[in-house]
Nanobody, 124 residues
Framework: QVQLVESGGGLVQAGGSLRLSCAAS????????MGWFRQAPGKEREFVAA????????YYADSVKGRFTISRGTAANPVYLQMNSLKPEDTAVYYC?????????????????WGQGTQVTVSS
């Protein structure tokens, strides 16, 4: 059974940092691209960042570029999201996801496994 479990969320003041982790099992996640998405209350889910299977390619939403960094990890924790200079508008539930293929993509439909999310709240 494939499982993704996010952790590392919490409450932080504006300008602070958090590092999200994604514990994974049931699949060889090193064979697939990984991504992070988020959903704020009353809004649709949106793409945040993605990383290729090899880790050599990354892609970011404009809203987080220069502040967030996605990286690959171990088999048990295949992807991380370092979030710096956090803003109140970053408040959302953050989800890690495993893509259907090896290349980066911002399209949610190209991801076939999702975690249940971790709450990130940034206070002003």
């Amino acid at each position: 059974q494939v499982q993704l479990v996010e952790s590392g969320g919490g409450l932080v003041q504006a300008g602070g940092s958090l590092r999200l982790s994604c514990a994974a099992s049931g699949r060889t996640f090193s064979n697939y691209a990984m991504g992070w998405f988020r959903q704020a209350p009353g809004k649709e889910r949106e793409f945040v960042a993605a990383i290729s299977r090899s880790g050599s390619s990354t892609y970011y939403a404009d809203s987080v570029k220069g502040r967030f960094t996605i990286s690959r990890g171990t088999a048990a924790n295949p992807v991380y999201l370092q979030m710096n200079s956090l803003k109140p508008e970053d408040t959302a539930v953050y989800y890690c996801a495993s893509a259907r293929g090896a290349v980066v993509t911002s399209l949610g439909g190209q991801y076939d496994y999702w975690g249940q999310g971790t709450q990130v709240t940034v206070s002003s």
